[in-house]
């Protein structure tokens, strides 16, 4: 982080607008496309691979959650960011 938003930061802590606790991450959710493979394994057992995730996460459905009270904060990685480093100011909820 630069001086000024580490500054910003100490002035103006992120703070969860429910629960009012200082936050210094947010706990992230999104659906996304993953791939696998699936093969009967010697005992005769349906055996998935590790899920691997494609890139690609569904639009709209990303959500940034407070790890307190796990209030839905913010949709987009944009006001997230801004959040942590101390420069928003709502509109919080939905948009
Ligand atoms: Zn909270």
Redesign the pocket.
């Known amino acids: 982080m630069e001086v000024e938003e580490k500054i910003a930061v100490a002035l103006h802590p992120p703070r969860?607008?429910?629960?009012?606790?200082e936050?210094d991450y947010l706990d992230y959710f999104a659906y996304a496309a993953v791939k696998s493979q699936l093969e009967i394994d010697e005992g005769g057992e349906a055996d998935w691979d590790a899920m691997e995730i494609l890139d690609d996460t569904w639009p709209g459905s990303i959500e940034y959650q407070?790890?307190?009270?796990?209030?839905v904060?913010f949709h987009d990685d944009d006001s997230a960011v801004r959040f942590l480093k101390g420069k928003y100011d709502g509109p919080w909820g939905d948009k």
């Open positions: 969860c607008p429910q629960c009012g606790e936050l407070c790890p307190v009270c796990g209030i904060m």
